[in-house]
């Protein structure tokens, strides 16, 4: 079992900034890969980032691309997603996810065995 733990979202102006943060814990770290996904009201949640915790490569979906930077400590077992200019379209439930890395890196939910609850952010414009 892998328990995560999202917090930093809160309310923010377009153009703004926030770093939002995921705690693992319960299994080895390293031997995960840990995925940012949001859901916006009334859409289907879609994939942010993705992060390989062993070697810290990365991924991003095209709307995170040049504005959302995912990175890792592996000592806290915590995954960070900071997001620069900010934009009302990205007002959303953010979520993290853990995926053994075997898997690969890859946006389905299916793979994704371990999920947080959730915090909000709302990008005002």
């Known amino acids: 079992q892998v328990h995560m733990v999202e917090s930093g979202g809160g309310l923010v102006q377009a153009g703004g900034s926030l770093r939002l943060s995921c705690v693992a814990s319960?299994?080895?770290?390293?031997?995960?890969?840990i995925g940012w996904f949001r859901q916006a009201p009334g859409k289907e949640r879609e994939g942010v980032s993705l992060?390989?915790?062993?070697?810290?490569?990365?991924y991003y979906a095209d709307s995170a691309k040049g504005r959302f930077t995912v990175s890792s400590d592996n000592v806290k077992s915590t995954v960070s997603l900071q997001m620069n200019s900010l934009k009302p379209e990205d007002t959303a439930i953010y979520y993290c996810?853990?995926?053994?890395?075997?898997?690969?890196?890859?946006?389905?939910?299916?793979?994704?065995?371990?999920w947080g609850q959730g915090t909000q952010v709302t990008v005002s414009s």
């Open positions: 996810a853990a995926a053994p890395r075997n898997y690969g890196m890859a946006f389905l939910e299916a793979i994704f065995d371990y």
């Open positions: 319960g299994r080895t770290f390293t031997n995960y890969v």
């Open positions: 992060i390989r915790t062993s070697d810290g490569h990365t």
